[in-house]
């Protein structure tokens, strides 16, 4: 909880979320380090879910601070994320990727790439009105949002579906697009929830090379980018995470680097608890319930 | 989103779905019965000794039925899991029957002696059938496309249809385009066959305008007609009580639209889906009983007559051909017609600034956000779209553009009444929308040519034409559910732009 402020980028203090009798988060707290991954991880109904929405701005928390420590923003000062209205959020430098996939699927991925630069490009149009009368500024805006789209789409491996409508990608390249498309925000903290379900073990090395050149900068931002990594598949987690953060009904259980957590008698014992009632693991679930199933039980409603 | 994200859509209950729907249904009929019972059941009416309280139960009782096998079945038929259709459908009938009664309700009575069904109430009793058989197509419509499933393989069937009218829609679009602008100087053409155009293109341009609100940003508006009455009053009041130009008021015509668009946005715009439908259809009521009844500015019933008509560039189209007026300045002889061809080309140039802008707007950030908004409201959100302003601005334009089209109604009829601002008219407006296509501009333009053309064209069925129309409506929509143009183009591409079949597209929640 000491958290030096010059290194943490996200620090969650004492967070508590309750949904009418639930207590679905109960004053968790943790700290994400500058350009680390950092996970969360634990088994189905801890609470991971919920303490993203709360970062993203999807949840209002109930108690306890979210604070983004950057610099660059705000002139030092952190910025409390738990009082910006949701569509701020992006613009402190948070950008998210959902469990359930939430792709344009009627729009193609340039298109995806594109609206996720809406707030930029808008201020390049004068709010629509000299992009109606044609203004040259406009277009030049444009052609650069469409190197970096394309640029996010050489990284993903996705250059040659640019034109193919989202919902026609095959299910691991949806995955892809999603994370490129939270990236062409330009956040400094990109949150994943779940981004290797449904994935195959191939899919999956390449999403943890991809999330690795994310954080180190190589990726098209130039920046480093700071990760806060939602994830069931273990091999992944162990593998480029620099530090996990362990909830369990709603409560941090554990928090350390990946060797310690993993020899933590009470994650063993979260997780073999989970072993006999979650045969269905949310990785194959995830995939026959990809795309539609997701629209229904949004975070729409939020408390 | 939630922890058990696998069985996000949960099964539906298999044990004793009939006993689980009848008690829903039970439970719809008795909110119905709470609802229709004060609303419905009881009605005042001017008797011998002043009001008399009349009681219409069996009416109530009516109602109650509808809205219990209504529930029944769409609640039966999801446990079965028929195909999306039944469910539609479960939903579309009652919702067209309760439209149908509602008209019949607020129609005054019959005279004494005569029923629907003997000779003096044959035309209501048509027209009533008429407006189910069309409400029921738009409902159905409505609600079967969105209940199909996102991601489906499309059929090769109609993969071929859009094919081939995409390739004719090449040619066809600057075709009629063409067609139109020539259309006055072709030598057979008469008054009539202008005063029909200057319709269609009316509706052409309303549909263009809804088309942003409905096509495009997805939000269902059943009150359009609003902005069309808000439009064509201010315009008549401007003109004859400041009595400034047609040049000046229309804008401020449009203005005063889009600020009622912006008016009604507020506060509506957090509701989604069949909650925002209901509350624009309100409001288009409100609107229209506002003005009936706030005599003093409106006239009432009354309306507003002796709207001045628009001139050209100061030059009057009077009948006798005066010094200043237009057939005098360009030397020739005075004509009615040349009024007509006036407001033809007026009302075209309106129409097609709505899509230039329109096709404008969707290749820059807003229009792709309204898309975006269609799609997905929630990841437009995560991505930093102030979905509210956004919503707004489609509304707001959408509500000039109908802003526009009413001060040209205004104009050109030189008298206007709130009997033209009905739902009627919002039906047909959204009618030709879903019928051409959500989001497609040359199948908007289809739909109104086809709509109102064959309107006329059917003229000597009389009241029958409303029946044949609302079939054709039908058939149309159960063969092509997302109307004639289906597909989506992509507003910018790497390589070729290729279209997007209508299945992936979102037709949005609201
Ligand atoms: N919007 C909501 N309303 C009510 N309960 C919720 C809501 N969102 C999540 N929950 C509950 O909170 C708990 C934690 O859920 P979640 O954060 O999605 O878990 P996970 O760790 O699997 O992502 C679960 O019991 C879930 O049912
Ligand atoms: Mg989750």
């Known amino acids: ?303 | 989103m939630s922890a058990p994200a696998g069985v996000a859509e949960a099964p539906p209950r298999a044990a004793a779905p009939v006993a689980g729907a009848l008690r829903e249904a039970g439970l719809a009929a008795l909110v119905a019965l709470g609802l229709f019972g004060p609303m419905v059941g009881l009605r005042t009416e001017p008797g011998a000794g002043g009001l008399m309280l009349v009681q219409r139960w069996p009416t109530v009782a009516l109602l109650c039925a509808m809205v219990f096998v209504g529930r029944f079945g769409l609640v039966w038929a999801r446990s079965h899991r028929f195909p999306a259709f039944l469910p539609a459908l479960a939903r579309a009938v009652p919702l067209a029957l309760a439209l149908a009664l509602l008209f019949a309700l607020m129609l005054p009575p019959l005279p004494t002696g005569e029923t629907l069904l003997s000779a003096g109430g044959h035309d209501r009793a048509l027209a009533l059938l008429a407006l189910f058989v069309v409400a029921g197509g738009v409902f159905l419509a409505l609600g079967w496309g969105r209940a199909a499933p996102a991601v489906a393989v499309a059929s090769t069937r109609s993969g071929r249809w859009e094919g081939s009218l995409r390739r004719f829609g090449r040619v066809l679009g600057p075709l009629l385009l063409a067609l139109a602008l020539l259309l006055p100087a072709l030598p057979w053409v008469g008054r009539y066959t202008l005063d029909l155009g200057i319709l269609v293109l009316t509706y052409v341009m309303l549909g263009w305008g809804l088309n942003i609100v409905v096509g495009l940003a997805g939000l269902l508006d059943l009150g359009y007609v609003a902005f069309y009455a808000v439009g064509a009053y201010s315009y008549a009041l401007l003109s004859t009580s400041l009595g400034w130009s047609f040049w000046l008021c229309l804008p401020l015509a449009g203005i005063m639209a889009a600020f009622a668009g912006i008016l009604l946005g507020f506060p509506v715009l957090r509701l989604r889906g069949d909650y925002l439908a209901i509350v624009t259809l309100g409001f288009g009521e409100i609107i229209r009983i506002v003005l009936l009844n706030w005599v003093s500015l409106t006239g009432g019933p009354n309306g507003i007559g002796g709207i001045p008509r628009p001139s050209f560039f100061g030059l009057s189209f009077s009948a006798g051909g005066g010094p200043g007026s237009f057939a005098d300045f360009f030397g020739l002889e005075p004509s009615p017609t040349h009024r007509v061809v006036f407001l033809y080309y007026l009302i075209l140039a309106l129409a097609l600034l709505t899509n230039w802008v329109t096709i404008r707007l969707r290749r820059q950030p807003l229009g792709r956000a309204w898309e975006a908004l269609r799609e997905d409201e929630i990841a437009c959100r995560a991505l930093g779209i102030n979905v509210t302003t956004t919503k707004l601005t489609a509304f707001a334009l959408g509500a000039m553009f109908g802003g526009f089209a009413g001060a040209f109604f205004a104009t050109r009829q030189a008298f206007i009444s709130p009997e033209s601002f009905t739902f009627l008219e919002s039906a047909i407006v959204l009618a030709i929308v879903v019928l051409g296509g959500l989001g497609s501009q040359i199948g908007v333009a289809i739909a109104a040519v086809v709509m109102i053309g064959g309107f006329e064209v059917f003229r000597d069925l009389a009241e029958w034409r409303m029946l044949v129309f609302g079939g054709a409506m039908v058939l149309i929509m159960v063969l092509r559910p997302r109307g004639i143009v289906a597909s989506r183009t992509p507003t910018v591409a790497l390589g070729k732009r290729r279209a997007i079949s209508g299945e992936l597209v979102g037709e949005g929640h609201g």
């Open chain 1, 1 to 303: 909880m000491s958290g030096v402020a010059g290194t943490d980028i996200l620090r969650v203090e004492d967070l508590s979320m309750r949904f009418g009798g639930l207590l679905a988060v109960a004053g968790v707290s943790f700290e994400a380090a500058r350009g680390a991954i950092t996970s969360l991880i634990g088994p189905n109904g801890a609470g991971k879910t919920t303490v993203f929405n709360c970062v993203t701005g999807f949840y209002r928390p109930t108690g306890g601070a979210v604070l983004l420590q950057a610099p660059e923003v705000a002139g030092g000062a952190p910025v409390a994320l738990h009082r910006l209205a949701g569509h701020r959020i992006v613009r402190a430098g948070v950008a998210r990727t959902f469990q359930n996939i939430r792709l344009f699927s009627g729009m193609t991925a340039l298109e995806n790439l594109l609206v996720a630069q809406h707030n930029a490009l808008m201020a390049a149009t004068g709010w629509g009105i000299g992009a109606v009368l044609g203004l040259v500024r406009y277009p030049r805006a444009e052609a650069a949002a469409i190197d970096r789209a394309r640029a996010w789409l050489a990284a993903t491996n996705l250059l040659e579906r640019a034109d193919d409508p989202a919902g026609a990608l095959p299910y691991g390249a949806q995955r892809r697009l999603e994370i490129a498309r939270a990236m062409c925000t330009d956040p400094l903290l990109l949150c994943l929830d779940e981004p290797a379900a449904g994935l195959n073990p191939r899919e999956s090395d390449q999403l943890a090379a991809l999330l690795l050149r994310i954080r180190s900068g190589e990726a098209p931002n130039g920046a480093p980018c700071s990760i806060l990594l939602i994830e069931h598949d273990m091999g992944v987690v162990m593998r480029i995470s620099d530090r996990v953060v362990v909830l369990d009904h709603g409560r941090k259980i554990a928090d350390g680097t990946p060797a310690a957590v993993r020899a933590d008698p009470k994650v063993i014992a979260a997780y073999l608890g989970e072993e006999e009632a979650d045969e269905d693991a949310p990785a194959e679930a995830g995939v026959a319930g990809s795309g539609v199933a997701g629209a229904a039980s949004g975070p729409g409603g939020t408390a």
